[in-house]
């Protein structure tokens, strides 16, 4: 996810795009940059940094510009640095483009260029675009652009100009969401409302597959498969600026809970890279996911699907692992490194000790250009784009997503699973944002049974083999943003202790697919009963109600609700989520 910015009218241009690329910030910090027509060019002033960092040493703040776009990314192809910041120009420096989203098809578009002579300055996937467009342009910029647009594959937020046509910035959008803010004279083009808020709250939404000429006096948004124009409503919005950031959630963690199931169309387009290190993995005999926090139960998840094909794959804490059982690795085994934000300092020092040790060290990674990407052989990016509360949510779910392809994909190269079954998994995986959205439509239920269990004083979680790490994973959100106790155990333990706790009115969340273990669990359910506990059960006919899916996938699905429980708990006994006591988003320290 990033922010793109344009504007277009009377006044000085770059201070107001990089006032606006300071509203989209929450859509990615790692570079930025703007780029302005003046005397017949376009000057680009862009590098590694956050938005105010690159505006201090900018030389272009004090141009004359009335016109000009601008980004704030949040790296996907190519780490965070001073030439894979956007703004991104052809050859010819006629075109420059700014894009959010991901070009599925770039390395072909970009071997496709080489071959006719083009020159690449970046490892991103959007720099094909400006060189694409001075491909086709045979003097109408327009149209050069459609036809561009129209060879790429995959999402995009696009805003470009072109130096010979000093009046209109370009707009086109697929998947990734822009918006033209609609002034007096002038026009805003961001890619989401908190950026043209100041200014205007009269704003015209971009759908789909539609394109716009955007002039200071002038908006025409067409068709991009007919060039038919559009007439497009020009809504109010009701909402502040802080509101909006959120797009209306009243916390960035419910937000980033709407955003799941986008978190497993996301993983699903590592698929390439996952196979690939899928293929390196499957000449290893022992391999251990190496993590902290949720990122952990995420890689216990990947354990437990390791296994039901017959690999072997160890989960061990990093705080653990950097002690203790790195003293086992050497060449013959491999490590997955997981983490949202690549920073931290158990997780790093973990993979660094392995390295040193010879193992073959993979991450499963959110944050590109972090710095276990740099550590690791091979990279696997969730793209579940920044996730800006504390507790983790999507970042979890995408991780779960990827650990279970890649699981998958190496049981497929040992030839433990059919391509068939794969396919088959493959096809319900597609199904799955949906599925999440069946979950995400059932919050004011789950809000209401969270509401009447505020007051509980403690919480047990209970799960077996690949639903232990869900019950974890329930079990740590609640703690950590409604500072209830919580425990998580696999079922089977609860009679080797745990049980002594139960009594009249302990809630006993329990983790319960329609699956091979179902009797099992019930017997767990039956001595929790017994004792007078509070059943609630995860499963398709339970109180927090789940869709029917393959029950490999159930991890991705099963934690949606605990994840909205635990929300609603906490905002029920008025504590902000966003910003829980005592924690951190990245613990960067020991
Ligand atoms: C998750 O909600 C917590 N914020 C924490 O457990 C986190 O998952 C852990 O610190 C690991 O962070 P990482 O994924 O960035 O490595």
């Known amino acids: 996810m990033c922010g793109i910015a344009g504007y277009t009218g009377e006044r000085n241009a770059p201070k107001i795009l990089f006032d606006m690329l300071k509203k989209l910030e929450y859509r990615g910090y790692d570079s930025a940059g703007v780029a302005c027509f003046y005397e017949g060019k376009t000057i680009v002033s862009r590098g590694k940094g956050k938005v105010d960092e690159v505006r201090k040493r900018s030389k272009i703040n004090d141009l004359d510009s009335k016109i000009g776009i601008a980004h704030t990314r949040w790296a996907t192809h190519g780490e965070p640095s001073d030439e894979n910041s956007h703004p991104h120009s052809d050859c010819t420096k006629q075109f420059t483009v700014c894009h959010n989203g991901i070009v599925e098809n770039y390395k072909e578009l970009?071997?496709?260029?080489?071959?006719?002579?083009?020159?690449?300055?970046?490892?991103?996937?959007?720099?094909?675009?400006?060189?694409?467009?001075?491909?086709?342009?045979?003097?109408?910029?327009?149209?050069?652009?459609?036809?561009?647009?129209?060879?790429?594959?995959?999402?995009?937020?696009?805003?470009?100009?072109?130096?010979?046509?000093?009046?209109?910035?370009?707009?086109?959008?697929?998947?990734?969401?822009?918006?033209?803010?609609?002034?007096?004279?002038?026009?805003?083009?961001?890619?989401?409302?908190?950026?043209?808020?100041?200014?205007?709250?009269?704003?015209?939404?971009?759908?789909?597959?539609?394109?716009?000429?955007?002039?200071?006096?002038?908006?025409?948004?067409?068709?991009?498969?007919?060039?038919?124009?559009?007439?497009?409503?020009?809504?109010?919005?009701?909402?502040?600026?802080?509101?909006?950031?959120k797009e209306g959630f009243d916390h960035y963690m419910l937000k980033e809970i709407f955003e799941e199931p986008a978190a497993v169309k996301n993983a699903l387009k590592g698929l390439d890279d996952i196979k690939a290190a899928a293929k390196k993995l499957s000449k290893y005999g022992r391999i251990y996911i190496v993590a902290?926090?949720?990122?952990?139960?995420?890689?216990?998840?990947?354990?437990?699907?390791?296994?039901?094909?017959?690999?072997?794959?160890?989960?061990?804490?990093?705080?653990?692992?950097?002690?203790?059982?790195?003293?086992?690795?050497?060449?013959?085994?491999?490590?997955?490194?997981?983490?949202?934000?690549?920073?931290?300092?158990?997780?790093?020092?973990?993979?660094?000790?392995?390295?040193?040790?010879?193992?073959?060290?993979?991450?499963?990674?959110?944050?590109?250009?972090?710095?276990?990407?740099?550590?690791?052989?091979?990279?696997?990016?969730?793209?579940?784009?920044?996730?800006?509360?504390?507790?983790?949510?999507?970042?979890?779910?995408?991780?779960?997503?990827?650990?279970?392809?890649?699981?998958?994909?190496?049981?497929?190269?040992?030839?433990?699973?059919?391509?068939?079954?794969?396919?088959?998994?493959?096809?319900?995986?597609?199904?799955?944002?949906?599925?999440?959205?069946?979950?995400?439509?059932?919050?004011?239920?789950?809000?209401?049974?969270?509401?009447?269990?505020?007051?509980?004083?403690?919480?047990?979680?209970?799960?077996?083999?690949?639903?232990?790490?869900?019950?974890?994973?329930?079990?740590?959100?609640?703690?950590?943003?409604?500072?209830?106790?919580?425990?998580?155990?696999?079922?089977?333990?609860?009679?080797?202790?745990?049980?002594?706790?139960?009594?009249?009115g302990v809630p006993v969340i329990c983790v319960a697919p329609n699956d091979d273990l179902k009797e099992k669990m019930e017997s767990n359910m039956q001595e929790a009963r017994a004792r007078k506990a509070t059943i609630i059960r995860v499963a398709e006919d339970g109180e927090l109600k789940v869709p029917v899916c393959d029950p490999i996938l159930s991890p991705i699905l099963y934690v949606v609700p605990l994840h909205l429980f635990a929300y609603y708990l906490s905002t029920g006994k008025g504590i902000d989520p966003d910003k829980p006591r005592n924690l951190a988003k990245s613990v960067t320290v020991e």
């Open 110 to 245: 970009r071997e496709e260029l080489t071959a006719r002579g083009h020159k690449f300055l970046s490892q991103t996937d959007t720099e094909v675009i400006p060189h694409l467009i001075e491909e086709i342009y045979t003097g109408n910029f327009e149209t050069a652009f459609v036809s561009a647009v129209k060879k790429l594959r995959g999402s995009f937020a696009l805003v470009a100009i072109d130096s010979c046509s000093p009046d209109e910035i370009l707009v086109a959008r697929k998947e990734s969401p822009l918006i033209i803010g609609i002034g007096i004279g002038e026009n805003f083009i961001a890619s989401d409302t908190p950026a043209v808020l100041s200014e205007t709250k009269k704003v015209i939404i971009l759908e789909d597959l539609e394109y716009g000429i955007i002039k200071k006096n002038s908006v025409s948004i067409k068709r991009l498969d007919t060039g038919l124009p559009l007439e497009k409503a020009v809504q109010d919005i009701k909402w502040d600026v802080k509101a909006a950031e």
């Open 292 to 504: 902290c926090g949720t990122a952990s139960y995420a890689g216990l998840v990947g354990k437990y699907v390791f296994e039901r094909f017959g690999i072997c794959a160890e989960t061990v804490i990093a705080s653990e692992f950097r002690y203790s059982t790195v003293n086992t690795t050497d060449k013959k085994c491999a490590v997955i490194a997981v983490s949202q934000s690549g920073e931290t300092a158990d997780t790093l020092a973990s993979v660094k000790e392995a390295k040193n040790r010879g193992a073959y060290i993979v991450s499963v990674v959110n944050a590109v250009g972090s710095s276990l990407t740099r550590l690791a052989d091979d990279n696997i990016y969730a793209y579940s784009g920044p996730e800006i509360a504390v507790a983790s949510t999507k970042a979890y779910v995408g991780q779960a997503t990827t650990l279970t392809l890649l699981a998958l994909s190496e049981a497929r190269e040992l030839g433990k699973i059919t391509e068939a079954y794969q396919n088959e998994i493959l096809d319900d995986l597609h199904r799955m944002p949906d599925k999440i959205n069946m979950v995400l439509n059932e919050r004011e239920h789950i809000k209401k049974l969270a509401l009447q269990l505020r007051d509980c004083k403690s919480f047990f979680y209970l799960g077996r083999r690949l639903n232990y790490p869900t019950a974890l994973e329930g079990a740590l959100k609640l703690k950590e943003i409604s500072y209830v106790h919580a425990e998580a155990y696999p079922g089977g333990e609860l009679k080797h202790g745990p049980l002594a706790l139960l009594e009249k």
